[in-house]
């Protein structure tokens, strides 16, 4: 079954660059949740998801996306997102 990223793995890419035969980058182990409150005022804590790596080559550079998903029928009105680094 499929999983999602951790945020430290590390990824090779082979044959994506002109300039290098092979790349490695080693993923920032940083994990995002958050504190959401409903429509009771209650709080709790969710994790994000880390599900989407965009390597853009060109410019060197590499964009992370980590997704929360709230049940609407929870009435969550707010959430205050929080990362932390892994040491």
Request: hydrophobic share 40%; proline share 5%.
């Amino acid at each position: 079954a499929p999983r999602h990223l951790r945020g430290d793995e590390t990824v090779h890419l082979l044959g994506m660059s002109n300039e290098h035969g092979r790349l490695t980058v080693r993923l920032p182990g940083i994990d995002l949740f958050a504190w959401v409150r409903d429509n009771a005022d209650r709080w709790s804590e969710r994790p994000l998801l880390l599900d989407t790596v965009h390597f853009d080559l060109a410019e060197g550079h590499v964009y992370l996306c980590w997704r929360l998903c709230l049940p609407h029928e929870r009435g969550i009105h707010t959430a205050v997102i929080q990362s932390q680094e892994w040491e």
